[in-house]
Structures are given as structure tokens and as C-alpha cells.
């Protein structure tokens, strides 16, 4: 698996007290892979609606394809330890749709994505049709327990 040089200082901030610096849009996943059986971390980007987190990832990366068919991971966010829940949409449609919520809620994060938003603040339907083309979703739920 490809890892970003900066990647293992990001893992270890996540972890550490200082966490604040990125822990508003990053957090840190942590999940087994299916054909290896081991655990893997990376840190990624989030939306987050009450317990539920949502991260938009290429489709040509390979880490999503565990959470086909859902699995059980962890979560570092803000500092905390959360047992919790993924599951991928790859379907086009769910995509889009996912991928619309997401920034309209985090319009700050369409540039970094090529999406435009309109005079409303409201991402850009082509845009996003363009982008959902080569993007998965993966919703994770926290147990609340």
C-alpha cells in the first residue's frame, strides 16, 4: 500500500496532545485487511453528521475495498478512541448524492475536490457528476455506546 511521506507524522499527531492542529477534518482509521489479516491506520479526511463520518476516496485506491460488505474499525477523532462501523457506496448515484451533502455542509473542502460552487454556496451538480465518476463513499458510524 502506497503511503504518503507525511502520512506517519499525521498518524502521530492524530495520536498525540496535539491533535487539534488537524483533528477538525482529519481523523485517524484504523481497519484489518481482509486478505491479510493486518491492521492498517490512515489518516483521512472527514464530514461528520451526528454519529455518522463521511470520507470520499478515489476509486483506484485500494484501503476502501475492506470496508466492502461493512466492517468493524476504529476511529481516533479529536483526540478519542471510537469503536465504530464502515461501510462503502460505490454505486454512482449514492455517490453523488453523498457527495453533495458533503460539501454542502463543508463548502470550504469542494476546492480541493476541482468542485465550483454556485452563487448559493451549493456545489456544482456537473462538477460533482464529474468527480462522483472517479469517487467512493465510505460512511462510518460510531457505536454510541
Not at 25 to 45: A, W
Not at 64 to 85: C, D, P, Q, S, Y
Not at 118 to 128: A, F, I, R, V, Y
Amino acid at each position: 500500500m502506497a503511503q504518503a511521506w507525511y502520512n506517519p507524522f499525521v498518524k502521530l499527531l492524530l495520536r498525540s496532545p496535539l491533535h487539534g492542529i488537524m483533528s477538525r477534518s482529519t481523523m485517524l482509521l484504523t481497519y484489518t485487511g481482509r486478505k491479510s489479516g493486518k491492521q492498517y491506520s490512515l489518516p483521512i479526511g472527514f464530514q461528520c453528521q451526528g454519529n455518522t463520518y463521511t470520507t470520499i476516496s478515489y476509486r483506484s485506491r485500494n484501503w476502501w475495498r475492506n470496508m466492502r460488505g461493512g466492517a468493524n474499525v476504529t476511529l481516533i477523532v479529536k483526540g478519542e478512541e471510537h469503536a465504530a462501523f464502515s461501510e462503502v457506496r460505490e454505486d454512482h448515484d449514492a455517490v453523488l448524492e453523498g457527495m453533495y451533502a458533503y460539501f454542502s455542509a463543508a463548502p470550504q473542502e469542494a476546492r480541493y475536490f476541482q468542485i465550483t460552487l454556485d452563487e448559493d454556496g451549493k456545489p456544482n451538480k456537473q462538477d460533482l457528476a464529474r468527480e462522483a465518476a472517479e469517487r467512493v463513499l465510505i460512511k462510518t458510524r460510531v457505536d454510541p455506546s
